[in-house]
Nanobody, 123 residues
Framework: QVQLVESGGGLVQAGGSLRLSCAAS????????MGWFRQAPGKEREFVAS????????SYENAVKGRFTISRDNAKNTLYLQMNNLKPEDTAVYYC????????????????WGQGTQVTVSS
């Protein structure tokens, strides 16, 4: 099992930037496929971005392509989400997730989740 703790959320104006971090502990971080999801009030949790283990191939939800960048530092056991040009519709609780067996994609349900970090974008 892996334990995940997100940080870096906050309040930012539209057009601003934030970098989220997800610190992992437990089983070797580098062996996990990782992803970011978000959940806005009254909406279902949705896929944001993912990154494969080892090679670091990435995938993004269309609404964040060109604005968000997912990355990982296996030496620091940390996953990142750099978010630029933020929009009010990006307001949500952001969760990191880990799957030991398969790539995280839209619709997947990874078995390991963090507690979430709130991102609020004001207009």
């Amino acid at each position: 099992q892996v334990q995940l703790v997100e940080s870096g959320g906050g309040l930012v104006q539209a057009g601003g930037s934030l970098r989220l971090s997800c610190a992992a502990s437990g089983r070797t971080f580098s062996t996990y496929y990782m992803g970011w999801f978000r959940q806005a009030p009254g909406k279902e949790r949705e896929f944001v971005a993912s990154i494969s283990r080892y090679v670091g191939s990435t995938s993004y939800e269309n609404a964040v392509k060109g604005r968000f960048t997912i990355s990982r530092d296996n030496a620091k056991n940390t996953l990142y989400l750099q978010m630029n040009n933020l929009k009010p519709e990006d307001t949500a609780v952001y969760y990191c997730a880990a799957d030991a067996d398969r790539m995280v994609v839209r619709g997947s349900r990874p078995p390991n989740w963090g507690q979430g970090t709130q991102v609020t974008v004001s207009s």
